[in-house]
Nanobody, 124 residues
Framework: QVQLVESGGGSVQAGGSLRLSCAAS????????MGWFRQSPGKEREFVAT????????VYAGSVKGRFTISRDNAKNTVYLQMNSLKPEDTAVYYC?????????????????WGQGTQVTVSS
């Protein structure tokens, strides 16, 4: 069992930055692929970024590529999402997720564990 706790959300103006963190419990964090997803009111949960088990491979949604960076520190059982040049359309609840499949994954259904989410609000 893995428990995930996100932090770092908040309110920023367009063009600003935030760094989200997701702390995982358990001794097997390094064997999981990790992902960030987001959901806005009235919309389906969408993929943002994913990183494989050792951090050697990452994939981003086209809407955030070049602005967001996913990384992980397996010694600290933590995955991060650095978000720069934020836009109002980035406003959403951001969720981290863990998958027993170790490679990068874009599909939410392939993730086994989810955090409770953290709100990010970007004002124009």
């Amino acid at each position: 069992q893995v428990q995930l706790v996100e932090s770092g959300g908040g309110s920023v103006q367009a063009g600003g930055s935030l760094r989200l963190s997701c702390a995982a419990s358990g001794r097997t964090f390094s064997s999981y692929a990790m992902g960030w997803f987001r959901q806005s009111p009235g919309k389906e949960r969408e993929f943002v970024a994913t990183i494989n088990w050792d951090g050697g491979s990452t994939v981003y949604a086209g809407s955030v590529k070049g602005r967001f960076t996913i990384s992980r520190d397996n010694a600290k059982n933590t995955v991060y999402l650095q978000m720069n040049s934020l836009k109002p359309e980035d406003t959403a609840v951001y969720y981290c997720a863990a998958s027993r499949i170790r490679t990068v994954l874009r599909t939410p259904n392939l993730y086994n564990y989810w955090g409770q989410g953290t709100q990010v609000t970007v004002s124009s």
